[in-house]
């Protein structure tokens, strides 16, 4: 279509992307003031100041190591966006924000593992960053644009693959990881896993994996947790078994080297026996019923 070709075009002649290292670590946008393309706002926000541009949405990012975001408001031909570029203290933190902020994705960025496409946003993750772009009218051409976009700002990043301990390979396969949560501390159970927030009252500064696998008929949750100190494990499962009552979930676990394995299981143990291997052998550790 004609107005795809002017817009990349514009794109690629009129926006350049800059590493400002010293100044801020952030990738950024250079345009000239053109008739087409016009940026209206560039701020950026460190620390505590985030609370000056989304007020009490601040605590959830902190919760997950926030470090400094850029903020972009511009215009492209006649379409609005607006850019929100964090910057977190690592990939994990970084894919962890992003997993508990994706929402009902339509379809993936091309080439980007870790994103989510909706009518009016597209999200990624990818090393320390986490990237949204929201546009106002959910066209064909506003997605374009957004996705030139990122392909621009975030095109020296594509470090998309996160390792815990223990992860099992077959038959887990990449679409079960792309559909993973990084939960880190109470604010992101409840936005990204509310239905495990009962079992980990009580605890703190802890990281968990959760990959929710939902198949014909292997329906369970998995989870990795790591960082766990002090009585941390015995306060979990204590909770597991006081509050999980007369559900029809049953519940396994497993010590490995670095990490605390649960599973959460609705099917019968038959049908999920190839997973449950899987998990035993990458952990090294045998799954006991809870």
């Given amino acids: ?51 000056g541009y ?10 997950y190591g926030f470090d400094k975001m850029r903020v972009i408001d511009l215009t492209i031909e006649d379409e609005n966006l607006k850019i929100d570029l964090y910057k977190m203290e690592d990939a994990v933190s970084a894919y962890g924000i992003f997993s508990v902020n994706r929402f009902r994705c339509n379809e993936k960025a091309k080439g980007w593992m870790h994103s989510c496409i909706t009518g009016y946003q597209l999200q990624l993750a990818t090393g320390p960053f986490y990237l949204s772009i929201i546009n106002q009218s959910g066209s064909e051409k506003a997605m374009k644009a957004s996705l030139a976009l990122a392909n621009k700002l975030m095109g020296n990043w594509r470090d998309d693959y ?40 009580g605890l703190e500064n802890y990281t968990l994996m959760v990959i929710p696998v939902k198949e014909e008929e292997a329906r369970f949750n998995l989870g990795f947790l790591t ?14 078994k006081e509050k999980t009552g007369s559900a029809t979930s049953q519940w396994y676990f497993a010590k490995a080297d670095k990490a605390l394995i649960l599973l ?27």
């Avoid at 801020?24 to 950026?44: C, F, M, Y």
Wanted: a negative charge.
């Fill in 1 to 51: 279509m004609r107005y795809t070709f002017a817009l990349f075009t514009l794109l690629f002649l009129l926006l350049t992307v800059a590493q400002v290292i010293a100044q801020t670590d952030l990738p950024d946008l250079d345009a000239k003031e053109k008739k087409d393309v016009k940026i209206e706002r560039n701020e950026v926000y460190s620390g505590n100041s985030l609370w």
């Fill in 54 to 63: 989304i007020n009490g949405g601040a605590d959830l990012y902190l919760e």
């Fill in 162 to 201: 996160l390792q815990f301990p223990g992860m099992p390979g077959k038959p887990f396969t990449k679409m079960h990881y792309s559909n993973a949560k990084i939960i880190q501390g109470r604010l992101g159970m409840d936005n990204g896993f509310q239905m495990w927030a009962t079992y980990f009252e």
């Fill in 227 to 240: 960082e766990v100190k002090g009585d941390a494990v015995d306060i979990l499962i204590k909770n597991i």
């Fill in 264 to 290: 959460e299981s609705k099917s019968s143990i038959k049908k999920i026996t190839g997973y449950i291997k899987a998990i035993e052998a990458a952990s090294e550790a045998e799954l006991q019923e809870l």
